[in-house]
């Protein structure tokens, strides 16, 4: 009787022990509610404005224990729309994406800092034209909470900026447009 008993405590005691464990979520593209926009300075006068159309990912996720949280998304390169076909084309091409050898780009976290409004910095993996390079990401939380259909969500907003040609991309755009900013809008639905 004795033997059960202390069993039963130390299973009690490892499952109190055990580390609380972050959501898994899904990445809505499937409704539309989440996206991958950028932004590139055409001439220093405008901005060329566009967008990924098709993406995944999924990510992991407790308010907490923020510092835990993680993402992984990967991009179909060849769903780059700028709203004209011909630029499309173009910058699908040789010169620019060549997503006929590079047609994914995917990022994996590898840290997330968090700060005290919910958001934070993710540092991660970025894989783009082949390359893989370390970048930060700006991360500011949107909200939470359960939805109208039962189930429960999370959103998160951030910034990246990236040089092209610090991932082997070497056509010259000229000095206004050497960065890219990447407007990112996560929406998970729990698994």
Same mark, same amino acid.
């Given at each position: 009787?004795?033997?059960?008993?202390?069993?039963?405590?130390?299973?009690?005691?490892?499952?109190s022990a055990s580390p609380l464990y972050a959501a898994d979520y899904v990445i809505d593209t499937k409704g539309a509610h989440a996206s991958i926009e950028f932004r590139i300075s055409h001439l220093g006068i405008s901005w060329l404005t566009g967008r990924f159309n098709t993406f995944n990912g999924d990510f992991s996720y407790d308010a907490k224990s923020p510092s835990d949280a993680s993402i992984n998304v990967e991009v179909d390169v060849a769903s780059f729309d700028s709203n004209h076909a011909e630029r499309n084309k173009h910058i699908r091409g040789d010169e620019y994406l060549n997503v006929k050898e590079h047609p994914t780009a995917s990022f994996k976290s590898t840290s997330f800092t968090p700060n005290a409004e919910g958001g934070g910095v993710m540092k991660g993996m970025l894989t783009l034209y082949g390359t893989t390079k370390e970048v930060a990401i700006d991360v500011d939380k949107? /909200?939470?909470? @359960?939805?109208?259909?039962?189930g429960y969500r999370v959103g998160?907003? /951030?910034?990246? @900026?990236?040089?092209?040609?610090?991932?082997?991309m070497n056509y010259k755009l000229g000095p206004a447009a050497e960065t890219v900013y990447m407007d990112l809008n996560i929406e998970g639905i729990r698994k």
């Amino acid at each position: 009787m004795k033997s059960k008993f202390f069993k039963g405590l130390a299973l009690a005691t490892l499952i109190s022990a055990s580390p609380l464990y972050a959501a898994d979520y899904v990445i809505d593209t499937k409704g539309a509610h989440a996206s991958i926009e950028f932004r590139i300075s055409h001439l220093g006068i405008s901005w060329l404005t566009g967008r990924f159309n098709t993406f995944n990912g999924d990510f992991s996720y407790d308010a907490k224990s923020p510092s835990d949280a993680s993402i992984n998304v990967e991009v179909d390169v060849a769903s780059f729309d700028s709203n004209h076909a011909e630029r499309n084309k173009h910058i699908r091409g040789d010169e620019y994406l060549n997503v006929k050898e590079h047609p994914t780009a995917s990022f994996k976290s590898t840290s997330f800092t968090p700060n005290a409004e919910g958001g934070g910095v993710m540092k991660g993996m970025l894989t783009l034209y082949g390359t893989t390079k370390e970048v930060a990401i700006d991360v500011d939380k949107v /909200g939470e909470g @359960e939805d109208p259909w039962g189930g429960y969500r999370v959103g998160f907003s /951030g910034t990246l @900026e990236l040089k092209p040609h610090e991932f082997g991309m070497n056509y010259k755009l000229g000095p206004a447009a050497e960065t890219v900013y990447m407007d990112l809008n996560i929406e998970g639905i729990r698994k």
